[in-house]
């Protein structure tokens, strides 16, 4: 992914970019997934230009939110129109604000 552009590629902190392959589907929805959740217009943009929306949609499908905690999915699912049978509901054990009594 050294070929993407600076928007796409400061997404992919925790990946070796040298490594990930647009051909391979796996490397190709974890891009998806970043640019989705954590890209700004410019990302968001490049990927118009790589997929179709229903290409992007079928991937994200077809992976299930796989690497996604549940708000992350959530939106996934509210952004590409998917259902939680698309992309299931997973236990969200992380941290939450409490509503203070007044």
Not at 43 to 60: F, I, P, S
Not at 61 to 88: H, K, Q, T, V
Request: net charge positive.
């Amino acid at each position: 992914m050294e070929q993407a552009p600076p928007a796409v590629r400061r997404l992919l902190k925790s990946y070796d970019p040298a490594s990930l392959r647009w051909a391979k589907r796996n490397d190709r929805y974890a891009v998806v997934r970043e640019i989705l959740l954590r890209g700004d217009a410019s990302a968001k943009h490049w990927l118009g230009t790589m997929l179709k929306a229903d290409q992007v949609r079928e991937l994200v499908r077809a992976y299930r939110g796989a690497g996604s905690n549940e708000p992350d999915r959530a939106r996934l699912r509210n952004e590409l129109g998917l259902s939680n049978d698309d992309i299931p509901v997973r236990p969200f054990v992380g941290f939450r604000w409490r509503r203070l009594s007044a």
